[in-house]
């Protein structure tokens, strides 16, 4: 199958600074990125999708100014978690999806911990 | 309302059993259903898809069933292995949505020694 890199694995950050996430798509074009988030014992929960070279689309409840999603090119989506503070702490995980492919492929996760 | 409802929540079961897992779903319409499995602090792995007309598939000794009338599906897991510990998700394809997803709350798997 696809494989979708996510980096880092796992971060810890201070309340109040900025974390970047990355998705990669390795070896195909993914020309949609999905982010989501996971709470334990929860499912995953959608926060926005990417299209390559366009604004993402957020879901309702999502504050997009605090999420800043870029999908500069066909292999690159990157979530910024800015001011973080200790409620944003999560699983993130990404997924992407080829151009005429139903299919997504997800990412390993990045677990995220403000402190 | 798309839902997807996994039970149990949560199992454990001795080394070398076997066990089922079920999904009951109302998305409509109906695309696919895949299951995976998610080991603590990863991403979900794909173990099986399956679409309207198919009642069965295998991986391994993973099995999946799905009965499209009742809209129930189940994951059997035969001679468990300490590494099948882990979450495993139901996810349902249809229904709208950004994504076209609708994800169980998965159900947690415990195997001991």
């Known amino acids: 199958g696809a494989v979708v890199s996510q980096h880092p694995s796992w971060v810890i950050c201070k309340s109040g600074t900025s974390v970047k996430i990355e998705c990669r798509s390795l070896d195909f074009q993914a020309t949609t990125m999905f982010w989501y988030r996971q709470f334990p014992k929860q499912s995953l929960m959608l926060m926005a999708t990417?299209?390559?070279?366009?604004?993402?689309?957020?879901e309702q409840g999502v504050e997009k100014d605090k999420f800043l999603i870029n999908h500069a090119s066909l292999t690159l989506s990157t979530l910024t978690v800015t001011s973080a503070h200790p409620e944003d702490s999560s699983f993130y995980i990404c997924?992407?999806?080829?151009?005429?492919?139903?299919?997504?492929?997800f990412g390993q996760g990045t677990r995220l911990t403000v402190v | 309302k798309n839902q997807v409802e996994q039970s149990p929540q949560s199992l454990i079961i001795l080394e070398g059993k076997n066990c089922t897992l079920q999904c009951n779903y109302t998305v409509s319409p109906f695309s696919n259903l895949r299951w995976y499995k998610q080991d603590t602090g990863r991403g979900p792995v794909s173990l099986t898809i399956?679409?309207?007309?198919?009642n069965t598939k295998s991986n391994g000794r993973y099995t999946a069933t799905l009965d499209a009338d009742t809209k129930q599906s189940s994951l059997h897991i035969t001679a468990s292995q300490l590494s099948d510990s882990a979450s495993y998700i139901c996810?349902?394809?249809?229904?709208?949505?950004?994504?076209?997803?609708?994800f169980g709350k998965g159900t947690h798997l415990i195997i001991q020694p």
């Open positions: 997924s992407a999806r080829g151009l005429g492919n139903t299919e997504a492929f």
């Open positions: 399956m679409t309207f007309s198919e």
């Open positions: 996810v349902v394809r249809g229904g709208g949505g950004a994504d076209g997803l609708t």
């Open positions: 990417s299209n390559e070279g366009s604004k993402a689309t957020y």
